[in-house]
């Protein structure tokens, strides 16, 4: 049985500040994501997986709980391996518990969580992300459903060696750009290949997290989840905080 005390949500961040390449704009980005965090009314304990000094002490001046995972700001080239720092994010978590919840830090609470909600994943396959529709085929070792793979923004792992798993995959992938794909490769391996909508849902599919565009499921489905996690993309964030200073601020945001 897993201690329910050894369990947490996790966040990471890396990076450096430059707005002028593409690839690392996003770490400018987090900074208002991290702001509405910390106005979050329904935000829960988390600890933040840093890499870079410097990212370190900005968080750990905010009184976030941090620990550094290497002293450099980026490991693995921004424009190509990108997100292998959040594999790696995963990988040092499941090291410190055994069980936990990857949030990306515009995936947040909009809602109390219920006391429940880790026996309610733990009910599942211990690798779980909802599935997302995108543009492009991203899936291309399938021969069906293509450009449905799981989407990264709120991760459950609730086995150590998914997570040692993850990094070896990306290596024998060759070393792809998003960690997605990775994911959906795994979850894949692990049941013989893809196997369709209601497998998916069946397993790999979490409860509470629904994610504003790219749904892949039905309205009947999505709605029996309990909905307490929500994804805020830029233009949804800047709608928010645009409501909250005209007095319209939505009930979560402090």
Known sequence: MKDK???SFVRGLWGVYDNTRRFFKRRSKMDDDINMVQRNRYEKSFVTYVFGDDNYKYLVDQGF????VDKKPILWDMNT????????ILKQGMQDFNEIVFLDWDC?????????????????????????MYHRRKATWRKTDQRKIPCASFVYVG???IANDLTDLWEKMKKPWSEEVVLGKYMDNSIGGWQGLDKYWELFEPDFFVLRQGKVFSKELLSSKFHCFDHFSMKERKAVLDATGKGKKPEWLI
């Open 81 to 88: 391996q990108q997100f292998r720092h959040k594999l790696e």
């Open 65 to 68: 709980k941090c620990k550094l």
């Open 108 to 132: 947040m609470p909009i809602k109390e969580i219920p006391k429940d909600f880790w026996d309610v994943l733990g009910k599942k396959a211990p690798l779980q992300a909802i599935l997302r």
């Open 5 to 7: 005390k050894n369990r």
């Open 159 to 161: 086995d150590k060696q």
